[in-house]
């Protein structure tokens, strides 16, 4: 039986696609693909599912809470010195914490999508 257990894309939608693609290329230190759509910026990813922003397809500001119950996490080697690199640069929504799957922290993007930051052991 075939099933649908593998995440394969995840996209968000942005209010202001450049204050966004800034937010994850300059901030967060993500890389853009070669090829992307012109209303999407998809980035680069070391494994697991595609990440984008995009324009929006519905109306934002129809709701307070961007993306309220969904978690996403990203992997992060490093999680202090990233931190300590994007002070003042990114909403601080929870400092380190210890998890049973790593320390982590909680930043906003600039719509206030939380994004949890796993840290993983540096290869």
Not at 25 to 32: I, K, M, Q, S, W
């Amino acid at each position: 039986m075939q099933s649908a257990t593998q995440l394969g894309f995840v996209s968000l939608q942005v209010s202001d696609l450049e204050a966004s693609r800034h937010f994850y290329t300059e901030v967060l230190g993500f890389r853009p693909a070669a090829q992307t759509p012109p209303d999407a910026c998809v980035f680069e990813t070391q494994s697991g599912a595609t990440f984008a922003i995009r324009k929006p397809m519905v109306d934002l500001q129809a709701t307070t809470n961007l993306g309220w119950g969904v978690g996403l996490w990203f992997a992060v080697a490093g999680l202090d010195d990233l931190l300590q690199r994007i002070a003042g640069k990114a909403t601080l929504v929870q400092g380190v914490q210890s998890t049973p799957f790593g320390n982590t922290a909680i930043i906003a993007d600039p719509d206030g999508y939380w994004l949890t930051l796993q840290e993983t052991k540096q290869s």
